[in-house]
């Protein structure tokens, strides 16, 4: 349809509020538990995957706790989600990790912990 936004021109238009750039994904995994998670069946999902999945770029537009993607491990990808906070989340790791650390060690250290 003409005028009508494509998957990467919304990516576009969402960057820099709802979105993150990722170009570095050494082995990590899913940092939270996500209600409508796909954590126990992501490597399942992950093999349904076309064989060339890895040539461009992987968008993922409801990240959540993002199990497929640290399945996955894509060297180029941008993912996005309409939670506000979970994706300052994200961006906080990305960009302050050892922050992000020290701050659950914190938390342990003050029985915050459930």
Known sequence: MKGALQFPDLIRAWQGKYV???VDTSAMK???KWAGGKRHIAHELVQLFPSNWASGRYFEPFFGGGAVFFDLMPTRA???DLNVRLVGFY???KSSPTD???GIQLIGHLGLTP
């Open 20 to 22: 993150i750039d990722i």
């Open 91 to 93: 961006k906080h790791v």
């Open 30 to 32: 899913p940092l939270l």
């Open 100 to 102: 992000v650390v020290k």
């Open 78 to 80: 941008t993912v996005s």
